[in-house]
């Protein structure tokens, strides 16, 4: 297939967390080899509401951005029941997300709290300390596919507790793809659409810790993260290094130079065989092949 080409790329580290919150780095790099750089936010921190602002006045300029976003596009997609364990009128990735959103219309800040809690959804999640008997953990494709590639475990989109849970940053970040790609008619959102302008994908940070640094362990310190950066054909930072970095932000800028470094592999446009299963519910972008172990496997 043809190479798309970017004139920027961004990678953007999320949060699903409530009211105020620290979780959000962003940061972006040109073509070539030069570093990347953190994107500061117009007020103290990010918010997912000023996310979604900047995304539209970014994609406004015209400019080809390939941006990252490290959450879940999609939930599982189940062959005997489809969506969410049989959702009604919900055939394809873009009606789940009006879904999403419709349920959670009334959550500030692209919050999700009324879609896990509404009736027809809440059973489906892990939402309190004890394991609840019925729960299952449904998981996709390209989770399991990237666990087997990195050594590492992507939990379930449906587990709601434990510092691991990923559900909220997922259903967050879907309402906020939703709005973008509502206000930019020439945006895809990859693997669901083709591309040939800007570009959404989702990343997995430790996917390219692991390229860069053989390990899956955080970068918490600038020397480390320059070091990572070479494996990904980078320049080391420019930056005032007087204070000792967030490993939300060494995710964000290791994963801006992942972005340009993979984009140049035709491979990594192609998600696998399973065509049909990664255009239902996403693929992660950098992860190359196909698991071997079942689907919903409760390891």
Not at 199 to 211: K, M
Request: charge should be positive; glycine fraction near 8%; charged fraction near 20%.
């Amino acid at each position: 297939m043809k190479i798309p080409h970017f004139d920027e790329f961004i990678a953007i580290d999320w949060s699903g967390a409530t009211g105020v919150y620290n979780g959000i780095a962003v940061a972006s790099c040109r073509p070539g080899d030069s570093p990347p750089v953190l994107v500061k936010p117009r007020h103290n921190r990010w918010t997912r509401s000023d996310i979604a602002v900047w995304l539209n006045q970014k994609l406004a300029t015209g400019k080809r951005c390939l941006c990252g976003l490290d959450f879940a596009f999609s939930f599982p997609f189940e062959e005997h029941c489809g969506y969410l364990g049989g959702a009604a009128g919900v055939d394809d990735i873009f009606s789940f997300w009006a879904l999403v959103d419709g349920k959670c219309a009334q959550d500030a800040d692209f919050g999700c709290a009324s879609f896990v809690h509404h009736p027809d959804h809440a059973h489906l999640f892990w939402l309190r300390s004890a394991h609840p008997l019925a729960w299952i953990r449904r998981k996709r494709l390209t989770e399991d596919a990237c666990g087997e590639m990195t050594g590492t475990y992507p939990e379930s989109v449906y587990k709601m507790i434990g510092p691991k849970q990923v559900g909220k940053a997922s259903l967050t970040g879907i309402r906020v793809l939703h709005h973008v790609r509502s206000q930019n008619k020439s945006l895809a959102i990859w693997p669901f659409e083709p591309v040939s302008n800007s570009a959404f994908v989702e990343i997995y940070p430790t996917l390219f810790r692991v390229h860069a640094t053989k390990r899956v362990e955080k970068i918490r310190r600038w020397s480390e993260l320059d070091t990572a950066l070479q494996h990904l054909q980078s320049k080391p930072l420019k930056l005032l290094k007087g204070r000792a970095p967030t490993d939300h932000e060494t995710d964000a800028l290791l994963s801006a130079a992942g972005l340009r470094a993979f984009s140049v592999d035709p491979d990594f446009w192609s998600p696998p065989t399973l065509i049909s299963q990664a255009h239902r519910e996403g693929w992660i972008f950098g992860v190359r092949h196909e698991p071997t172990i079942g689907r919903h496997d409760a390891r």
